[in-house]
């Protein structure tokens, strides 16, 4: 057991252990810090994995701004675990069953299938910028420049969809609106 | 290392983002857990181009980032929306497309 592999199973039983504590702790908030460090657990897989680039990204992308807006919601709507609504006992044992079905199936699949390919410890550079970047933008510059288009739409969605309502049409909602 | 285990991590991380939107009725938490499925996604198609040594697939790690960024700016808006218009983020409120 090298240093590889030790390495595998610290960052994977903190993933796992983590993204548990997403579904199941009652705060909110203490669900955001959980899914943060599973982010940070995949960041490590990603460094094992040598990419580098991407798991640089997913630090500042996923950790630093998805989670950091999750985060301001969540405080904005002042959720904490007494307003926090609870599915009934049923609901949540239909949940887990139902997930955990998935995942035997998968599992199931996975035994008869041909997949032998063994990731060989020696560091490369399909994972560093230079090599990522040349990728990008030989391969795949139409699709990088549909999502700039993309965002810009995201951007003005949210705007128009978050923006305050005039109070003019506040009489048209209907009386069951409370 | 064989692959298999990054699979079996993958698809782990993803049943646990299933069952969390099946079990949770906060909004939030359920656009967290297909977050997290997301990643598990992720993190096999990087385990996936480090056994062929491609980089394409970690374009397409990139872009299912730039996916997963729009929808977080735009699901953001929708429940900050409804938070003002019911004053919850309980789904089971969200039924009058039934009557």
Sequence with gaps: MDLFEILFWILTIGAISS???????????????????????????????????????????????????????????????????????????????????????????????????????????????????????????????????????????????????PSNDLPERSPNQN | ???????????????IGIMGALMRRNAIIIFMCIELMLNAVNLLLVAFSKMYNDASSQIFVFFIMVVAAAEVAVGLAVIVMMYRRVHSVDINILNRLKH
């Design chain 1, 19 to 165: 993204a548990l504590g997403v579904i199941l702790s009652r705060n909110p908030i203490n669900s955001v810090i959980c899914l943060i460090a599973t982010f940070f657990a995949i960041s490590g897989h990603y460094v094992l994995l040598n990419a580098q680039f991407l798991a640089v990204v997913n630090i500042i992308v996923y950790a630093g701004a998805i989670m950091v807006l999750f985060l301001f919601v969540i405080m904005l709507m002042n959720l904490n675990a007494d307003v926090e609504p609870q599915k009934s006992r049923l609901v949540q044992f239909a949940g887990i069953i139902s997930g955990g079905i998935l995942f035997l199936v998968i599992l199931a699949a996975l035994r008869d299938s041909k997949i032998n390919g063994v990731l060989e410890k020696s560091s490369n550079s399909v994972g560093l910028i230079e090599n990522l970047g040349k990728t990008l933008f030989q391969n795949y510059v139409l699709p990088f420049e549909i999502s700039s288009v993309l965002f810009l739409s995201a951007m003005i969605g949210a705007m128009v969809i978050g923006k305050k309502e």
């Design chain 2, 1 to 15: 290392m064989p692959i298999q285990y990054y699979l079996f991590l993958s698809f782990a991380l993803f049943c």
